[in-house]
C-alpha cells in the first residue's frame, strides 16, 4: 500500500492540500475525523485523544504512562491501516511512523508568518494579534510534540522528500505537484511490500529481554502474534477522563488470546496482579493468559532457550 504522510504549519493550507490529495488519489485520509472513533472504540475518551492533539501539547508537562499507550496504540492504529489501505496520513509523526518505508513519500507543507497570520484572520475571523500568537504557539507545540514522542526535529528539512511553501503556491497546485511525485517515484509498486516491511518494523519493539524470548517460542512454531497491538482502559476520573490502562504484551491471532508475562519482583507482581484483575472485571469477554516466573522459566528450559539475566 502506497502512503503519503503530511507534515503541516498551522494556517499553510496543508490540511485543505491532505482532502483534495487523498480525494483525487482515491486514498484514505487519516486525520482526526477517522482517528477518534478508533480511539474511542479501543477505550479512550476524545479527551484522551486531545491530549494527543499536536497543537494543544506542551513542552516540559510530565508524560504520564497512559500518554505513552496512547502513542504506541495510535501509531499502531495507523500502521494498521496502512497494511490495508492506501493512506494520506495528516500530522501525528506519520513522516517518523513510515520514515524507513519505500512506499511512503514524506511532505512538509509550510508558508510564510505573515501569509499564514493573513489566512488565519480570513479563515477564523481572529484579529492579527490573536493569529500572531496562535502560530507561534502552534508551531512550538507542534515541536515539542515530535521531540517528546519521537525525539527528531519537526523543521529538520531531512525529514521529508518534499517541502512546498504556499506563500505564491495555490492549494490545488500544491496537491498536483505531489499526485506527480507519488506517479513519478513509483510509490504504489514500492507500497506493495508494505507486509514485509511491517514484520520488519515491529520485530525489534521489545521493552524487555523476556519478551523477544518468548517470541522466539511463538516464532519456532509458527504462531502468528502481535506485540502490544492494544491498550485497554482499566481507570477513569471523575470527569471520565482515562487514567490507567493496562496493554498485555502479546497477542495470538489465529486463537484470540492475549497473553501476559510477569515480573519476578514481587513489589511489581503485586501491582501488575492487581492491573489483571481489574482487566477481567471490565473485559470478562476477552481471553487473557497470565505467564509467572515459574511458568515462564519452565517454558525457556523445555525449549532450550537461555533466559534473560534479569527479569520482567
Not at 513542552?59 to 494498521?80: F, K, M, S
Amino acid at each position: 500500500m502506497a502512503i503519503v504522510t503530511i507534515s503541516r504549519q498551522i494556517g499553510s493550507g496543508g490540511d485543505e492540500i491532505a482532502a483534495r490529495l487523498a480525494k483525487d488519489l482515491g486514498f484514505t485520509l487519516v486525520d482526526q475525523g477517522l482517528l477518534v472513533p478508533l480511539m474511542l472504540e479501543h477505550g479512550l475518551s476524545r479527551a484522551d485523544f486531545e491530549e494527543l492533539d499536536e497543537e494543544s501539547f506542551k513542552r516540559g508537562e510530565q508524560a504520564r504512562e497512559e500518554d505513552r499507550v496512547h502513542v504506541d496504540l495510535l501509531q499502531t492504529l495507523i500502521a494498521n491501516l496502512a497494511a490495508e489501505k492506501d493512506l494520506v496520513v495528516l500530522g501525528r509523526g506519520g513522516q517518523f511512523i513510515f520514515c524507513d518505508f519505500p512506499g511512503a513519500l514524506h511532505v512538509r507543507v509550510v508558508a510564510g508568518a505573515k501569509e499564514r497570520v493573513k489566512r488565519l484572520m480570513e479563515e477564523r475571523g481572529m484579529d492579527e494579534q490573536s493569529a500572531v500568537t496562535l502560530v507561534q504557539e502552534s508551531d512550538e507545540a507542534r515541536r515539542a510534540f515530535i521531540q517528546d514522542h519521537y525525539g527528531e526535529d519537526w523543521d529538520a528539512p531531512a525529514h521529508y522528500d518534499l517541502i512546498l511553501n504556499t506563500d505564491r503556491l495555490s492549494l490545488e497546485a500544491a496537491a498536483q505537484i505531489i499526485r506527480l511525485t507519488v506517479e513519478v517515484t513509483d510509490l504504489f509498486l514500492k507500497g506493495r511490500e508494505i507486509g514485509n516491511w511491517l514484520e520488519t518494523a515491529r520485530s525489534v519493539p521489545f521493552a524487555h529481554p523476556s519478551e523477544e524470548e518468548f517470541a522466539k517460542v511463538l516464532d519456532f512454531y509458527r504462531i502468528r502474534w502481535e506485540y502490544e497491538p492494544k491498550a485497554f482502559a482499566i481507570g477513569w476520573d471523575e470527569t471520565g477522563k482515562v487514567t490507567e490502562a493496562f496493554a498485555p504484551d502479546f497477542y495470538l491471532p489465529d486463537v484470540d488470546l492475549y497473553i501476559e508475562l510477569t515480573t519476578l519482583k514481587q513489589s511489581l507482581v503485586t501491582e501488575k496482579n492487581r492491573k489483571i484483575r481489574r482487566f477481567r472485571e471490565l473485559y470478562p469477554e476477552v481471553k487473557l493468559k497470565v505467564f509467572y516466573g515459574r511458568d515462564y522459566r519452565r517454558l525457556l528450559a523445555k525449549y532450550g532457550i537461555e533466559k534473560s539475566s534479569s527479569p520482567k
